[in-house]
């Protein structure tokens, strides 16, 4: 794109392009990893009323320190993870991505690393906020290789270094052996790791039992996927103490809005519904994944709410138009570095999903 003489945008932005998927009408749209269940009758109701508290003191601003929805936080934390946390370890923005950027503004200095293919939001991220990227490599399969990736950390000396498990967008989880030794090497050359957790619930295991006060760990999530609550943006960071005490002096005043903190502490009461949800999402990922293990497909085992897959003998970007003009919408990843040839599809519901998968399959027996 041109940039006109007289718009001064930073050189480093220039060659960048805004983050998205595409917004195409659908009957199965499966390209964002949303959580493909509207939030039931009671909660819809249970945030309705909670909004409307609120509501008669919009003139005031909100809770800058978002203290009760802290405390209920580290409460719905303790009570899945058996870990003693207090408010002090939490902290809640607008989304992942808003704790990331604050991450990045509080304390990326000199380089900052993360291993790739994985969440394109990190490198993007660190490109506006001035810092400077390092891409780390995975396996060929997309697993990550601990020692290999110990000695970037070692060789590089990253203030910060960024791990996503379960993987975004290929779906693999590493180790919490892996996440230890990865710790460890952060804090050997000064440096924080923050892991991506913003599939964690459909995993098998979570590295938030691992903050402490002395480890410089932290570990992001996001309501966006579980609680089906994409449209609210809602997302936090467990940490250390002390590195939440500091995302305050990077984040502008008064950021979580009094609508969004009151819905999200009401939301926090559907815990149990929202486990029900991840197990038939889970069990639909199965019956996905087996079925595109039949096919003319390259398929990767997913411990997310999305499955990555490669048609073998029939172009990706020409399968995903097929799809879009039979109603069904994946992620065409097939031009992305590292990605060649992939589509990614997030589990919807069983409906979508069978939509899908005639779709997917229609789509690759045209020759």
Not at 96 to 116: M, P
Not at 117 to 133: D, E, F, N, R
């Amino acid at each position: 794109m041109a940039w006109p003489s007289w718009l001064p945008l930073r050189d480093s932005l220039r060659p960048l392009s805004p983050y998205g998927a595409p917004q195409v009408p659908a009957r199965a749209a499966l390209n964002t990893n949303e959580n493909p269940y509207s939030p039931s009758p009671a909660l819809q109701k249970a945030i309705t009323d909670a909004v409307a508290k609120v509501a008669s003191d919009l003139n005031r601003y909100p809770d800058r320190d978002a203290t009760v929805l802290r405390t209920k936080l580290a409460d719905y934390i303790n009570e899945q993870s058996g870990t003693k946390f207090s408010a002090d370890n939490l902290w809640a923005a607008n989304g992942s991505n808003e704790i990331i950027q604050s991450i990045f503004l509080a304390f990326a200095q000199g380089s900052v690393l993360g291993f790739t293919p994985s969440y394109s939001m990190h490198p993007l991220i660190a490109k506006v906020t001035g810092s400077s990227w390092i891409d780390g490599k995975r396996n060929a399969d997309f697993s990550l290789n601990t020692a290999d990736a110990v000695a970037e950390i070692q060789k590089h000396k990253p203030t910060l270094t960024f791990i996503t498990t379960p993987n975004n967008p290929t779906g693999g989880a590493v180790t919490i052996d892996s996440i230890q030794m990865l710790a460890d090497a952060a804090k050997s050359v000064g440096g924080l790791l923050v892991v991506d957790e913003a599939y964690a619930e459909f995993s098998e295991w979570s590295a938030i039992d691992m903050v402490s006060e002395d480890k410089p760990l932290a570990v992001t999530r996001t309501f966006s996927k579980t609680l089906s609550m994409a449209a609210l943006r809602v997302g936090y960071v467990v940490a250390p103490k002390q590195m939440i005490a500091d995302l305050e002096i990077a984040v502008l005043p008064y950021h979580l809005d009094s609508f969004k903190q009151a819905a999200t502490i009401a939301a926090l009461g559907f815990v149990s519904e929202m486990e029900q949800r991840v197990d038939l999402i889970k069990s639909e990922r199965s019956r996905i994944f087996a079925a595109i293990s039949e096919m003319e497909c390259d398929v990767w085992p997913s411990g997310s709410n999305f499955i990555l897959f490669r048609p073998r003998s029939t172009v990706a970007s020409a399968v995903w138009q097929r799809m879009v003009d039979s109603g069904v919408l994946v992620r065409d990843f097939s031009t992305t570095p590292r990605l060649t040839g992939c589509l990614r599809v997030t589990v919807g519901t069983p409906d979508e999903n069978s939509a899908f998968l005639d779709a997917l399959t229609a789509a690759l027996s045209v020759k």
